[in-house]
C-alpha cells in the first residue's frame, strides 16, 4: 500500500468511527500559520547540499518553558537584588521602541531603535509563539534557525478534516516542510536591522506505485517571509511598548502590513564571464548597501552557512557543499575507500563572498576562504546560483 493510499485509508476509518457524532459548531478560521514541528513526524532527510554543518555547543538554545517577556524576566531579577524594577526597565530599552518596515525593491526588513542585546532575547521568544521551534543559534553572527515544520494552515478547512484530524493526525498532510532563518545586524547608529527568509521541502513520491517518498528543496515564499515580519514587528511593539492603545496597536498593523506590500521591479544582477567562458562575478546594478542587504538574504534562503561576515571589508564567510565538487571527492577517493567509508562525510569547503563598492555598481566575486583564487572549481557554480537568486 503507497503512503498515500495508507493515509486515506486512516482517514476513512476515522470518518467511520465518527458516524454517530455531530459536527455542529465547528470554529473555522483563516490563520496563515499554523505550524506543527516535525519532531512529532519521521525526521525530515535533507539534501547533503542543504544540511549545515553544526554549530560548537555552546549555542545549543536551552530549553525554554512557554513564552515569555524579555523585560519581565529581567525586572524580576532586579527585583530579586532588591533594586527598583521600573528604574532598570527604563535600562533596559526606552518605552519608545519601534519596528520600522524598511523597502529596497522587492526585499523588506525590519529596522528597530534598539541594540540587538536587548532584541536577542524577544526574538528567541517569538519562534515558539508561532509554533516554530529554535535548532540553532549564533549570537556572534546574530543568527537563529528554526527546526523544519508543517503548516497545518495550508490544509482544507472543511468538516472531515477539522474532525478527524483532531483523532488521526497523520491522515493528512501537506506534503510541506517549512524552516526560518532570522538575521540581525547592527547599525552605526546602534538600531537594528531584522531579516527574515524562509526555506521549503516538498514530498514527492516515488516508486512504480508511489509507495515511498522523498523530500526535495520547494520554492521561497515571500507572502510567508512578509508574515513573519509582520509577527516579529507586533511582538517587539507589545513587548516594549505595553502602555499603548487598542487603537494604536491597530494603526500600526495597518501601517506595517501596508509596507510589505511586494511589486515587481527590473532585474539588477547581470553575470560577468571570464576568459575561459565561466562565471568570473556577478554585477550588481546598485550601491553598496543595498548589495550587502539582498546578498545576505539571499545566503539566508540559499541554505548556505554563514561563518562570519564583515561588512567594512565587504565580505561574507560561508560553508557550501557543491553536489558536483562532492563526487568529485569521492571519485578521487578510489573504490575501497567509497566502499569501506561511505558513511564518511565530505567536508564543506568555506567561501568568501566579496562585494567590490564601484560606486553606482557593485561587484560579487567567490573567493577562497583567505580571500584567495578558489581552488575547488566551484566559484562559477556559486556565482549562477546567486545571480540567479539577485535578479
Known sequence: MSLRAFRLAAACAAIASLS?????????????????????????????????IQNDNR?????RNGVVS????????????????????????????SAKVMKDG????????????????????????????????????????????ENRAKLPQDI?????????????????????????????????????????MVEVMTGRDNESSVWQPGPTDPTMEAEMLQRLALR??????????????????????????????????AIENGSDGKAAAVVLDEGFDQAWRRLGLVIDRMGFELVDRDRTAGWYLVRYLDPAYEAKVKESRGFFANVFGSDEAIEAP??????GDEGAKTRLTVQDAEGGEDKTGVAPNILSLLAEQLR
Open 70 to 97: 524579555a523585560n519581565a524576566e529581567a525586572q524580576r531579577a532586579q527585583a530579586a537584588s532588591g533594586q527598583d524594577p521600573s528604574a532598570a526597565s527604563s535600562r533596559i530599552v526606552p518605552l519608545t521602541v
Open 236 to 269: 517587539i511593539d507589545a513587548e516594549f511598548n505595553p502602555e499603548a492603545s487598542g487603537q494604536e496597536q491597530e494603526a500600526n498593523a495597518q501601517q506595517i502590513a501596508k509596507d510589505l506590500e511586494i511589486k515587481p521591479v527590473a532585474p539588477k544582477a
Open 59 to 63: 549555542f545549543a538554545v536551552p530549553s
Open 106 to 149: 522587492q526585499d523588506r526588513w525590519l529596522r528597530v531603535n534598539a541594540a540587538p542585546e536587548k532584541l536577542w532575547p524577544v526574538v528567541q521568544d517569538f519562534w515558539p509563539s508561532v509554533g516554530l521551534v529554535v535548532r540553532e543559534q549564533n549570537p556572534k553572527t546574530g543568527y537563529m534557525e528554526t527546526e523544519w515544520a
Open 160 to 200: 472531515i478534516r477539522r474532525t478527524v484530524g483532531k483523532i488521526i493526525d497523520f491522515a493528512y498532510s501537506t506534503g510541506e516542510q517549512d524552516q526560518y532563518r532570522v538575521r540581525l545586524e547592527r547599525n552605526d547608529d546602534d538600531t537594528t536591522d531584522i531579516y527574515i527568509s524562509h526555506r521549503s
Open 20 to 52: 454517530g457524532c455531530t459536527f455542529l459548531g465547528i470554529d473555522f478560521n483563516d490563520e496563515k500559520v499554523q505550524y506543527e514541528s516535525s519532531n512529532s513526524r519521521a525526521n525530515l532527510e535533507v539534501p547533503p547540499d542543504l544540511t549545515p
Open 350 to 355: 568555506t567561501y568568501r563572498l566579496h562585494l
